[in-house]
C-alpha cells in the first residue's frame, strides 16, 4: 500500500486510453448510431407515407369498382332489353311465318276444294245428263236444254 | 499457491503484496522481495502487477470498442456491436442527462473510465489463488490482479480527473471567476455588504474551506473505489482461506489416500476437470440439471468436503453480490468525474 511511481504512470495510462477512446472509439459509434437513428426515422416516415398512400389506392380502387359495378349493371341492363328483344322479334317472327303457312295451307285445300267441286260437278253435269237420255230416251240437245243444265249444275 | 507452513496472516498479507519494482535503499533497481523492501524503495517503485493488468485490460477495452467502431455500419448491427453499441448510448445519455456544458470530451472519458474501470473490477471475480497461482509456477513472486486494490491505480486515475477540473475550472471559469469561487464562497462578504477592510479574512477563511472541497472531489473518488474493491478482494482472500483451512480439516480422509499424505495439484487440476465436464455435459442436454446438481455436490463432497462445498457457497454468494459492486463503483467513478467536470464547467 505504498504511493508510489505507480500512480504517475496510471494517470498517463488513463490519459493515453481517454485520448484513443477519443480519437478512434467515440466518434465514429456515435456518428453510426446518428445515422442509423436518422435512418430509422427516414424508414418510419417512409412507411407513413406509404400507409398514406395505400388508404388513398384503396379509395381509388373503392370508387374504380364502384364506377366498375355500375357499368356492369348497366350492361346487363342492356342485355336483358336486347335479349327480350330478340326473344319478341323472334316470336313475332314465328307469328308471321305461321300465319303465313296457315294462309298458304288454307289457300291449297280451298283450291283442291275447288277443283275436287268443279271436277265433281262436271261429273255431276255428265252423270245428270247421261241419266236425263236415259230417262227421255233421247238426246238432250245440249243447246236448248243449256239453261235446264245450268241450273242443275248450279243446284249441285 | 499458499506454501508450506504459511499462516493465515502471512496467506493474506502476501496476497495483499504488490509485484513492486523499484530502487532499492542501496540505489540499484530490482523486484522487492516482500512488504519490507518494498515499503523501503519509497515513491520510486512501480507496481509491474497493477501496471500490467491495467495496460492489459485498457488495451482490452480499447480493442473490443475499436473493432466495433472501425466496422459500424448503420444496417441492423450483430449481436456484439449492439451491446458495445448500448453500452456507448447509456454512457451517452447518462452524461447527457448530468453534463450540463458543452463538451465533446466529457462522454468518451466517461466511456473509458466506466469500461475499463470495470474490466479492473471484474478482476476480482477471478477467483483470488489462480492467477498468484499461474505467476508464482513461473517464478513471479507476487501478484495482485486486481488493479483497482492498488490505491495508486485508482488515485492516479483520480488525479487525472482533478488535472482536468481544475484545467476546466481555469479555462470556462477564467482565472478570476475560479479565485473569486474559491474565495466568495460560503460566505460572501459582498452579499453582506461588509466594509472591504473585513474581506481579506473572510476570503481566507473561504479559500481554506473551499480548497479543501476542491482536494475533497479526487481524493474521495480514488479512495472510493479503492477502498471498496480493497474491502471485496480481502473479503475474497478470507473466503479463500476459509475453504483451504475447512478442505485441509475435512480432506484428512483424502489425504490419506495420497502416500506422502500431500494432495497432489493434478488431483485439483482433475476435480477443475470433472467439474468443467459435468457442467458442459448438462450444458449439452446430455444430463439432467437435478442429476448436475447432484454430481456437483457429490464433486465437491469428494474434493475438499464440506467446508469445500461451504466455502463454494460463500464464494459464490460474495462474487454474486460483488457484481453488483463492481459494476456499481465503476458507475459512480464515472458519475461523479462527469459531475465534477461539470461543475467545473458551470459560469458563477
Not at chain 2, 14 to 31: A, I, V
Not at chain 2, 173 to 193: H, Q, R, S, W, Y
Not at chain 2, 250 to 257: D, I, K, V
Amino acid at each position: 500500500m505504498n504511493i508510489n511511481l505507480t500512480l504517475i504512470l496510471q494517470s498517463i495510462a488513463m490519459m493515453v486510453f481517454v485520448w484513443f477512446c477519443m480519437k478512434f472509439i467515440w466518434p465514429p459509434l456515435t456518428s453510426a448510431l446518428e445515422e442509423r437513428r436518422k435512418k430509422i426515422a427516414e424508414g418510419l416516415a417512409a412507411s407513413d407515407r406509404a400507409e398514406k398512400a395505400l388508404d388513398e389506392a384503396k379509395q381509388q380502387a373503392e370508387v374504380l369498382i364502384g364506377q366498375a359495378r355500375d357499368q356492369a349493371t348497366e350492361i346487363i341492363d342492356q342485355a336483358g332489353v336486347r335479349g327480350n328483344q330478340i326473344v319478341s322479334e323472334a316470336k313475332d317472327d314465328a307469328v308471321g311465318e305461321r300465319q303465313r303457312q296457315v294462309r298458304a295451307a288454307e289457300a291449297d285445300i280451298q283450291q283442291a276444294a275447288s277443283q275436287a267441286r268443279e271436277k265433281l260437278r262436271s261429273e255431276v253435269v255428265s252423270l245428270s245428263v247421261k241419266g236425263a237420255e236415259k230417262i227421255l230416251g233421247k238426246e238432250i240437245d245440249a243447246g236448248t236444254h243449256a239453261r235446264l243444265i245450268d241450273e242443275l249444275v248450279a243446284g249441285v | 499457491m499458499s506454501g508450506e507452513a504459511q499462516t493465515a496472516s502471512e496467506y493474506i498479507q502476501h496476497h495483499l503484496q504488490n509485484l513492486t519494482y523499484g530502487r532499492h535503499p542501496d540505489g540499484h533497481w530490482g523486484f522487492a522481495h516482500g512488504a519490507e523492501e518494498a515499503a523501503a524503495m519509497g515513491f520510486w517503485a512501480v507496481h509491474v502487477d497493477t501496471m500490467f493488468w491495467s495496460l492489459l485490460l485498457g488495451l482490452v477495452f480499447l480493442f473490443m470498442f475499436r473493432s466495433v467502431a472501425k466496422k459500424a455500419t448503420t444496417d441492423t448491427p450483430s449481436g456484439f456491436q449492439n451491446a458495445i453499441e448500448s453500452i456507448v448510448e447509456w454512457v451517452d445519455n447518462n452524461v447527457k442527462d448530468v453534463f450540463r456544458g458543452t463538451n465533446k470530451y466529457i462522454a468518451p472519458l466517461a466511456l473509458t473510465l466506466f469500461v475499463w474501470i470495470f474490466f479492473m473490477n471484474l478482476m476480482d471475480l477471478i477467483p483470488v489463488d489462480w492467477l498468484p497461482w499461474v505467476a508464482h509456477s513461473v517464478g513471479i513472486e507476487y501478484q495482485k490482479v486486481v488493479p483497482t486494490t492498488d490505491v495508486n491505480a485508482t488515485m492516479g486515475m483520480a488525479i487525472a480527473v482533478f488535472v482536468m477540473i481544475i484545467y476546466y475550472s481555469f479555462k470556462i471559469k477564467g482565472v478570476g471567476g475560479f479565485m473569486a469561487e474559491l474565495t466568495m464562497n460560503p460566505i460572501n462578504p459582498k452579499e453582506m455588504g461588509l466594509p472591504k477592510l473585513f474581506w481579506p479574512p473572510l476570503m481566507i477563511f473561504n479559500f481554506l474551506l473551499e480548497v479543501v472541497g476542491l482536494l475533497a472531489k479526487p481524493v474521495s473518488l480514488g479512495l472510493r473505489l479503492f477502498g471498496n474493491l480493497y474491502a471485496g478482494e480481502l473479503i475474497f482472500i478470507l473466503i479463500a482461506l476459509v475453504f483451504a483451512a475447512g478442505s485441509g480439516w475435512m480432506a484428512e480422509g483424502l489425504q490419506s489416500l495420497f502416500h506422502d499424505g500431500h494432495i497432489p495439484s493434478w488431483f485439483y487440476i482433475a476435480a477443475a476437470v470433472t467439474v468443467a465436464v459435468t457442467l458442459w455435459l448438462n450444458l449439452k442436454n446430455i444430463l439432467s440439471t437435478k442429476r448436475t446438481l447432484l454430481l456437483l455436490l457429490i464433486e465437491l463432497l469428494l474434493v475438499g468436503g464440506l467446508a469445500f462445498a461451504g466455502g463454494q457457497l460463500m464464494h459464490f454468494g460474495w462474487a454474486a453480490f460483488h457484481i453488483i459492486v463492481i459494476l456499481l463503483q465503476a458507475f459512480i467513478f464515472m458519475m461523479l468525474t462527469v459531475v465534477y467536470l461539470s461543475m467545473a464547467h458551470e459560469h458563477h
